[in-house]
């Protein structure tokens, strides 16, 4: 289908060079000859510096340079596709970028006509237009690292990683393809919809398909999916050696198979946990195909994927029901971070950044509880118990930063 940019904002780049960003994140730059050579001391703040909102780059065939670093700072993530010879090939080829040829430049139209020695050459240039459709995909860039599974046991799909990509056919004069592609999105994730045919109870390949919910461009027909296959295999053979009598030394061997899991009850991996409002935490039971209930949604909510989200300060159960009608529950304590207070005794010392040491360095013998890892996480904020967190409190502490948690 035909797409007719919406041009948001323009400039010019260049002597005879013009850049168009339409709303869609669509940077088009157009028009001939060369682009000023923008470095990164003289990259004009808008559009090419730190702009988080550039998706695609088009440029027209009649572009014969781009400044050496003017898409230093611009966070990118694309493939050139193009007509050989064209300067879109050029370009990708010096900066690196994967380059595909769709075939050759297409030529411009030339008649010359000689009269008494005089020559007249008359150039006609094609129309400019761009002509756009898209394609969705959803690859899988990593399995989980659990494929194969006992009878009993729940699927896991921790370390499983998918990457979102769209496809932007775009042609002008010199036609290529930019793509659009996402960072690395965790199976887990809440941007993923997750169906599959998984009894963890009978032996069998089972299919996992994953669907992406957000596309950056939505077509019904054409959903983002991609599926892998996990299996559950053999419960554990119990081998029992036994002998019947001294005198005749016989040996009698029974093989016992037990089928681990199927008289398993529900049951979770944790049963209290301190999150903050926000934070997300992945609920691990031994059973699937689980529903999800809190009961105040108001404090935390649960996805049907079993992921728990903390919304505002309090003490909430989550309920876990299988399709038999057991539960099992966890207690979710949503807490207001007292920062830099490791050891939960109110205060804020030298003693707290000590124990955020001591757990780095000897976590086995200095494990901090939950809430402990709450509060000690009390310098940029979500990355974790670090150094630098016990680097905080003694700076809180010698007054050189006035509060905690410290931002950089």
Same mark, same amino acid.
Request: aromatic share 8%; charged share 20%.
């Given at each position: 289908?035909?797409?007719?940019?919406?041009?948001?904002?323009?400039?010019?780049?260049?002597?005879?060079?013009?850049?168009?960003?339409?709303?869609?994140?669509?940077?088009?730059?157009?028009?001939?000859?060369?682009?000023?050579?923008?470095?990164?001391?003289?990259?004009? #703040?808008?559009?090419?510096?730190?702009? =988080?909102?550039?998706?695609?780059?088009?440029?027209?065939?009649?572009?014969?340079?781009?400044?050496?670093?003017? #898409?230093?700072?611009?966070?990118? @993530?694309?493939?050139?596709?193009?007509?050989?010879?064209?300067?879109?090939?050029?370009?990708?080829?010096?900066?690196?970028?994967?380059?595909?040829?769709?075939?050759?430049?297409?030529?411009?139209?030339?008649?010359? &006509?000689?009269?008494?020695?005089?020559?007249?050459?008359?150039?006609?240039?094609?129309?400019?237009?761009?002509?756009?459709?898209? %394609?969705?995909?959803?690859?899988?860039?990593?399995?989980?690292?659990?494929?194969? #599974?006992?009878?009993?046991?729940?699927?896991?799909? @921790?370390?499983?990683?998918?990457?979102?990509?769209?496809?932007?056919?775009?042609?002008?004069?010199?036609?290529?393809?930019?793509?659009?592609?996402?960072?690395?999105?965790?199976?887990?994730?809440?941007?993923?919809?997750?169906?599959?045919?998984?009894?963890?109870?009978?032996?069998?390949?089972?299919?996992?398909?994953?669907?992406?919910?957000?596309?950056?461009?939505?077509?019904?027909?054409?959903?983002?999916?991609?599926?892998?296959?996990?299996?559950?295999?053999?419960?554990?053979?119990?081998?029992?050696?036994?002998?019947?009598? =001294?005198?005749? /030394?016989?040996?009698?061997?029974?093989?016992?198979?037990?089928?681990?899991?199927?008289?398993?009850?529900?049951?979770?991996?944790?049963? %209290?946990?301190?999150?903050?409002?926000?934070?997300?935490?992945?609920?691990? /039971?031994?059973?699937?195909?689980?529903?999800?209930?809190?009961?105040?949604?108001?404090?935390?909510?649960?996805?049907?994927?079993?992921?728990?989200?903390?919304?505002?300060?309090?003490?909430?159960?989550?309920?876990?029901?299988?399709?038999?009608?057991?539960?099992?529950?966890?207690?979710?304590?949503?807490?207001?971070?007292?920062?830099?207070?490791?050891?939960?005794?109110?205060?804020?010392?030298?003693?707290?950044?000590?124990?955020?040491?001591?757990?780095?360095?000897?976590?086995?013998?200095?494990?901090? &509880?939950?809430?402990?890892?709450?509060? /000690?996480?009390?310098?940029?904020?979500?990355?974790?118990?670090?150094?630098?967190? /016990?680097?905080?409190?003694?700076?809180?502490?010698?007054?050189?930063?006035?509060?905690?948690?410290?931002?950089?």
């Amino acid at each position: 289908m035909s797409i007719k940019a919406n041009a948001a904002i323009s400039g010019s780049c260049g002597d005879n060079l013009n850049w168009i960003l339409d709303d869609d994140g669509t940077l088009t730059i157009s028009g001939k000859g060369t682009m000023t050579n923008y470095d990164e001391m003289s990259i004009p #703040f808008y559009p090419f510096q730190n702009n =988080a909102d550039i998706k695609k780059i088009i440029i027209g065939d009649s572009v014969t340079s781009i400044g050496s670093g003017a #898409f230093t700072n611009t966070n990118k @993530s694309f493939i050139i596709k193009g007509y050989s010879g064209s300067y879109a090939e050029t370009y990708a080829k010096r900066k690196l970028i994967t380059f595909e040829a769709i075939g050759t430049t297409q030529q411009i139209t030339t008649t010359a &006509t000689t009269t008494n020695k005089l020559t007249t050459t008359t150039t006609t240039e094609m129309p400019y237009s761009i002509t756009t459709s898209y %394609e969705n995909r959803l690859e899988i860039v990593k399995l989980p690292d659990k494929t194969e #599974f006992s009878i009993g046991e729940m699927y896991d799909l @921790s370390g499983g990683l998918v990457r979102y990509k769209v496809i932007n056919h775009c042609y002008d004069n010199g036609g290529y393809v930019v793509v659009k592609e996402s960072e690395n999105i965790e199976m887990i994730s809440e941007d993923l919809d997750l169906t599959t045919d998984y009894n963890p109870n009978i032996k069998g390949k089972y299919t996992i398909n994953l669907q992406y919910k957000k596309p950056y461009y939505y077509n019904e027909y054409s959903m983002p999916k991609a599926s892998f296959c996990v299996n559950v295999v053999s419960s554990a053979v119990a081998t029992i050696k036994t002998t019947t009598s =001294a005198s005749t /030394a016989a040996t009698t061997t029974t093989s016992t198979t037990t089928n681990i899991g199927e008289e398993n009850e529900l049951s979770l991996s944790e049963t %209290e946990i301190f999150i903050k409002a926000g934070e997300k935490h992945p609920l691990k /039971a031994n059973q699937s195909n689980l529903t999800y209930k809190s009961s105040n949604e108001d404090i935390a909510v649960v996805s049907n994927k079993g992921i728990i989200t903390g919304i505002s300060k309090g003490t909430v159960v989550i309920t876990v029901i299988n399709q038999f009608k057991d539960t099992a529950s966890i207690t979710v304590n949503v807490v207001e971070p007292n920062y830099g207070d490791t050891n939960c005794d109110n205060d804020v010392d030298i003693s707290d950044a000590v124990l955020i040491m001591q757990s780095l360095s000897n976590p086995s013998k200095y494990n901090l &509880t939950d809430l402990a890892k709450v509060n /000690a996480d009390c310098c940029n904020v979500g990355d974790g118990v670090t150094n630098a967190d /016990a680097l905080a409190i003694q700076k809180y502490k010698l007054s050189l930063i006035t509060e905690l948690p410290e931002k950089k």
